[in-house]
């Protein structure tokens, strides 16, 4: 797992989404890269791999309370 810091401005991005929703999405993520080019991509400050790839969203707090409702 890569812990960020989470600054002030990405605290209010991500004001209703659950902390736990955040780390497991950006798992999943991360997962779709790997950990040998992430690595290289750290180490080589370079992103540009990134572009193009569809990632999934983050869920709100909203979406997870009605997934839940609706089973």
């Known amino acids: 797992?890569?812990?960020?810091?989470?600054?002030?401005?990405?605290?209010?991005?991500?004001?209703?989404?659950p902390t736990g929703s955040v780390y497991d999405t950006n798992e999943k993520n991360l997962a779709t890269v790997g950990p040998d080019e992430l690595r290289r991509m750290l180490e080589a400050r370079e992103w540009s791999a990134l572009e193009g790839r569809a990632w999934e969203?983050?869920?709100t707090r909203a979406d997870i309370e009605n997934n839940a409702r609706m089973q």
């Open 1 to 17: 797992m890569i812990n960020l810091l989470r600054t002030p401005q990405v605290r209010a991005a991500q004001k209703g989404i």
């Open 57 to 59: 969203p983050h869920q």
